[in-house]
């Protein structure tokens, strides 16, 4: 009878392993509620728990109300509850610029990068601080209006509130999950399931993503539960999922911070094969097609393979369209210095998100656009809070072909250093929403970028005159087909005639919360007569708006997909039907708070039209 005691020494190495797996991923912070684990671990020692509310929010990437004001803005998530537990739709609650798949579905809508991992589906985002460091034990959303948006919740390392500046900055996902749709508009306290991390934090970030809501979202507040010492989880579990060890060896061989990545960037220590298989017979170009499926980090995994599919993925070739906004966390100037070799072809760039904190530098980011930014035609920099003027004049200088530029929420570039842009005549696309344009600035923009096809100018408060910039627009962008003017305060009339009297191309138009304009003067019927293309009009919060607006509608703008009329109290059914009669294509009409239009009429016109969503808010 041969012996048991290898197979019980194997064993019981086996079990060690285990355990010694279990306790690194524990003292990681790795223990997932997506994962197949079961166990009855506890904190010890116990910990007094902290809970607190959010003292400042710091940063953002929109926000459905104005600069100025409180409501609808995301400084309402600081503090206690304003509205929770009560439903619907509040002014004091913090609120996202967009919803639903309408924004993706007009005349300003743009492509999607390729590439994008499918675990990456955040739209939006929302940094809070909070006063006491901790390690978090829990988080809870109080969400009032139409739950579900939020799909991560990260912790970093930085406390915003220290005077000395970490050398690494972390992030952490505590939690994420696919968007998913909530039945009912209802308010809830949303917990999710977090992980434990090995550092104490004052930082939370959720990132949202609202495509499946039928409305906007509406947070509250966010009460962040933690302790001030490190749990020490115990080690008594009763199942460990083979799974999770795999999961977790991978997680520790690529790793989720800068260095990581860098390292994965610039590997170059390929082991030797007397031949590279059946890929030697295969076409050059049919390689390449099946790596342009890969993500990013997967094409530097890959690399790490054989010489020839290092050559493939190291080919400027598969570069030619590059997001790195997914890894926005893991951006550096380092980053980039390993790309530049890999992105001298590159046309399309989106660095949204990335760089704050110190991690990408003035410097880091000239150097990469002299190398690599001859070919840009696309440039994606929202958020960007690392952009200076000097920044803006390398882009200018090193991106002759550049068609588009966003610099959406990049509210930290100084007012002067938007004359750069001017110097791009080749630009079809501009997005300043929420960022600190001067008028000057931007009527030097206007008359040497002549090709302009889709302009964003949403919440550039620092405009003085904008009469004068439609007047400008009317007579040198001809070729305009988008135009976002959301909560403009000082346009009327006359700026709206020469508007619509020079770019009769526009398909796309909004004016929502633009206070100045009143029906009466007939701005709003020259719109519709003299723009026959439009497929969206937001005319949110009018209350001049009236039927004979509605029925110039019907009878112009029968293309109309998308029309917000939130708030008129002059608009009746009647109106309402002719233009549904009229616009066959229509899909989207917000009557929100439209005091003729009650839940009755809406049923009706859902029966009647039911190709149409017809959105009718309200508050309890």
Request: hydrophobic residues 35%.
């Amino acid at each position: 009878m041969p012996p048991v005691f290898p197979m019980l020494t194997v064993l019981s190495m086996f079990y060690y392993m285990c355990l010694r797996r279990r306790a690194r991923t524990a003292t990681r912070g790795e223990m997932n509620s997506r994962r197949a684990i079961e166990s009855n671990t506890r904190a010890l020692p116990i910990n007094v728990e902290i809970v607190q509310y959010a003292k400042e929010v710091l940063d953002f990437s929109s926000h459905y109300g104005s600069e100025n004001s409180m409501s609808y803005t995301m400084w309402n998530l600081a503090g206690i509850p304003n509205v929770y537990p009560s439903s619907g739709d509040f002014t004091q609650t913090a609120v996202f610029r967009t919803y639903g798949t309408w924004w993706d579905r007009c005349p300003s809508a743009r492509l999607p990068f390729k590439r994008t991992p499918p675990t990456f589906c955040s739209q939006d985002y929302v940094e809070l601080a909070f006063e006491e460091p901790v390690y978090p034990t829990a988080v809870h959303i109080l969400e009032t209006y139409h739950p579900g948006a939020v799909v991560r919740i990260l912790a970093c390392s930085a406390n915003p509130y220290s005077q000395n500046p970490p050398a690494e900055v972390r992030w952490e996902i505590l939690w994420s999950e696919a968007p998913t749709k909530v039945n009912g508009p209802q308010a809830r306290q949303f917990t999710p399931c977090i992980k434990q991390i090995n550092f104490p934090t004052n930082l939370i970030r959720l990132e949202v993503n609202s495509s499946l809501l039928d409305y906007y979202t509406e947070l509250d507040a966010v009460v962040l539960h933690g302790v001030k010492e490190r749990p020490v989880l115990s080690l008594k579990t009763s199942m460990i999922d083979m799974n999770d060890i795999d999961e977790d060896e991978d997680e520790e061989k690529y790793g989720c911070g800068m260095d990581t990545l860098n390292k994965q960037f610039s590997i170059v220590t390929l082991r030797e094969w007397p031949t590279n298989g059946y890929f030697d017979k295969l076409p050059y170009e049919l390689i390449q097609l099946i790596l342009s499926h890969l993500t990013v980090p997967d094409l530097c995994r890959l690399a790490q393979t054989c010489k020839l599919l290092y050559q493939h993925c190291c080919d400027p070739l598969q570069y030619i369209h590059l997001s790195l906004q997914p890894y926005w966390a893991r951006i550096n100037d380092t980053s980039l210095e390993y790309l530049q070799s890999r992105c001298t072809l590159i046309q399309w760039l989106n660095l949204s998100w990335t760089g704050n904190r110190g991690a990408i530098s003035v410097s880091g980011f000239s150097r990469f656009l002299k190398v690599c930014g001859s070919e840009l035609v696309r440039l994606e920099l929202s958020c960007g809070h690392f952009l200076n003027e000097t920044c803006l004049e390398v882009i200018t200088e090193m991106c002759p072909n550049l068609q588009e530029l966003n610099l959406s929420s990049c509210d930290k570039i100084p007012p002067q250093a938007f004359n750069h842009i001017a110097k791009v005549g080749s630009l079809k696309r501009l997005i300043l929403y929420r960022t600190k344009v001067e008028q000057t600035a931007l009527l030097s923009i206007l008359n040497f970028c002549s090709e302009l096809q889709h302009l964003s100018l949403g919440s550039c408060v620092m405009i003085e005159d904008y009469d004068l910039i439609a007047s400008v627009m009317g007579a040198k962008c001809k070729k305009l087909r988008s135009l976002d003017l959301w909560r403009c305060k000082n346009i009327t009339e006359s700026g709206i005639a020469e508007l619509a009297s020079g770019c009769q191309l526009l398909e796309e138009l909004d004016l929502g919360w633009c206070p100045t304009l009143q029906s009466s003067t007939g701005c709003f019927t020259n719109l519709a007569r003299k723009l026959p293309n439009l497929q969206k009009l937001f005319l949110t919060a009018n209350r001049s708006v009236c039927d004979t607006d509605i029925e110039e509608l019907a009878a112009n703008c029968t293309h109309l997909r998308q029309l917000d009329i939130l708030g008129t109290r002059m608009v009746s059914p009647a109106s309402l039907r002719k233009l549904l009669e009229s616009c066959k294509d229509l899909s989207l009409l917000d009557v929100s708070f439209c005091s003729q239009i009650d839940n009755r009429v809406v049923l009706e016109l859902n029966a009647n039209f039911p190709n149409v969503f017809i959105k009718k808010s309200f508050t309890q």
